[in-house]
């Protein structure tokens, strides 16, 4: 109980305990200090000139040089991507050119490739046919000139049979006549040109 | 090494936890105590919260810490000023040192001292491995933090001037506040000359901040004097409202000062009155005043960094409020 009375009137009594302690002065909080401010001042000032010029300075550009490196790092990346991707785009655009340009080679090889193929065709066609036209006309000619011949040397038989019989009778004039007149009757397939 | 860390904190707190108030008997001569009549009591709190030529230091011997005059010593308990007062400009100014210069000399020491060393750190760091490792980067951290965050948002566009000033006024403020939470230390910001000067100076830099800023129109931001009014409206409105606007002006570092010096010195006088509530019980039921000891003092700390970071965020407001005011 008594510890407590004590505490509580210590408590309640503070600011006069407190003036009695200072021998009966008053205890001054509020009224400053002429000599302390200026104290405060100078130390102030001091500090300030200190602190700036050797303790933020230093800092502040460090981490304004950090900044402005990883502000150009950041820039730079986006640069560099943005680059790809243009440089995607072009490449993307180039290769669907090429693949364009190669389907137009494809088509147009094709279409060469029949053109050619029915103007060769064509060309055959025209040498076969003139070949046949040729052996037709060689053929023909032999034939003819065959014929001819055969007309000759049947001519010629004639004439040596012509030439026995007129051996036997020469004045047989009414014999070479039948003998003309049957040869005059063989129709001339050589001559049909 | 972490352990041994803990164990030297913890036994260096508990060495301050006890010497605090018992050195501040001893300093203060106790009156003898007469049998049959009430403990005589002694004020542990005043001579804590005020500024005083003494300074207490650590010792060897019970009560660990000592008191060493830093004025000339007139008698084993009292302590005078070092220098007689001078005048200046009709002024009389008592330029000699006291315990809260010190305490302020020390924390711009010590303030310079670990942001010089983690800027070189972060320099080196910088150029080795491209980012800050370990101290410097929880240094970058904090100093970021207040530029990106508090600083260069408030202060508005080309604030980058005032980076410097309001960093410094932001450490110095925190370590001012932190050296009265460390033993044998005192709260220099719990000093309404230290506050009222911050304030001041930071009211001198708002202030040419708007000038800067805005030149003539700097003028409209003291005299009020609106063009859209009609002239017979506008003179009683300028005779109003520009008192209103010059103690608009004034009120701000006055509500400085008297912020940060409340919320050091009231923190401080509820700590020491738990602590004396301690040795008062002297029982089994001082684990109470003990625990919400140890509490209030948790919360100190955070009002050590709150107070340092609200100083700077105001003075960055009010920086960029003029600096965008009307025209």
Not at chain 2, 13 to 39: I, R, T
Not at chain 2, 185 to 190: E, F, I, L, R, S
Not at chain 2, 236 to 252: A, D, Q, R
Request: aromatic share 8%; net charge neutral.
């Amino acid at each position: 109980m008594r510890p407590l009375l004590r505490s509580s009137l210590l408590v309640l009594a503070m600011p006069s305990l407190a003036a009695a302690a200072e021998g009966g002065g008053k205890v001054d909080l509020l009224s400053p200090n002429g000599g302390v401010m200026f104290w405060t001042l100078l130390i102030f000032i001091l500090l300030l000139v200190v602190l700036s010029r050797f303790a933020f300075k230093p800092l502040i550009a460090a981490v304004e040089a950090r900044e402005n490196a990883l502000e150009a790092a950041l820039a730079s990346a986006k640069r560099d991507r943005e680059e790809a991707a243009k440089l995607l785009a072009e490449q993307l655009a180039n290769l669907e050119a090429a693949r364009a340009e190669a389907q137009r080679f494809i088509a147009e090889g094709r279409a060469t490739s029949e053109k050619l193929k029915l103007s060769m065709l064509e060309e055959t066609k025209a040498a076969q046919q003139e070949l046949l036209d040729r052996a037709r006309r060689d053929i023909d000619g032999e034939k003819s000139r065959a014929i001819a011949e055969l007309r000759r040397e049947a001519v010629d038989l004639a004439l040596a049979g012509a030439g026995k019989l007129i051996e036997r009778n020469l004045d047989d004039a009414g014999n070479r006549k039948l003998v003309e007149d049957f040869l005059a009757s063989i129709p001339a397939t050589g001559a049909k040109k | 090494m972490s352990a041994s860390r803990t164990l030297l904190l913890v036994a260096s707190l508990l060495v301050a936890g006890v010497s605090v108030p018992m050195a501040a008997q001893d300093a203060h001569a106790p009156v003898e105590a007469v049998p049959g009549e009430p403990a005589p009591h002694t004020d542990i709190i005043t001579p804590h919260i005020t500024d005083s030529y003494f300074l207490e230091v650590p010792s060897l011997f019970p009560p660990f810490a000592k008191e060493v005059c830093i004025g000339r010593l007139v008698s084993e308990h009292e302590c005078e000023a070092l220098w007689k007062p001078v005048r200046i400009a009709g002024v009389v100014i008592d330029l000699s040192p006291t315990k809260h210069v010190v305490m302020m000399l020390f924390a711009a020491v010590l303030v310079s001292v670990v942001l010089i060393v983690a800027a070189q750190a972060h320099k080196r760091h910088t150029h080795a491995v491209g980012h800050p490792k370990g101290f410097a980067a929880g240094i970058e951290a904090m100093v970021l933090y207040m530029r990106n965050e508090v600083i260069l948002p408030n202060v508005g566009h080309h604030g980058n001037g005032f980076v410097p000033f309001l960093l410094t006024m932001f450490f110095f403020i925190l370590t001012a506040n932190l050296l009265g939470l460390v033993p044998f230390g005192a709260t220099a910001t719990g000093n309404i000359a230290v506050t009222a000067t911050l304030a001041i100076i930071t009211f001198l830099v708002v202030e040419v901040a708007g000038m800067r800023a805005q030149g003539m129109g700097y003028l409209s931001t003291i005299f009020y004097w609106n063009t859209e009014l009609p002239l017979y409206m506008r003179i009683p409105m300028f005779l109003i409202m520009s008192p209103v606007e010059m103690i608009g002006k004034l009120t701000k570092p006055f509500a400085l000062a008297i912020r940060l010096f409340a919320n050091m010195t009231a923190g401080h006088i509820v700590v020491l009155a738990l602590i004396g509530l301690i040795f008062t019980f002297a029982g089994p039921i001082s684990t109470a005043p003990f625990l919400m000891a140890v509490a209030i003092m948790m919360l100190e700390l955070f009002v050590a960094f709150l107070q340092a970071f609200i100083f700077t965020l105001l003075a960055s407001v009010f920086i960029g409020q003029i600096r965008e005011a009307h025209h």
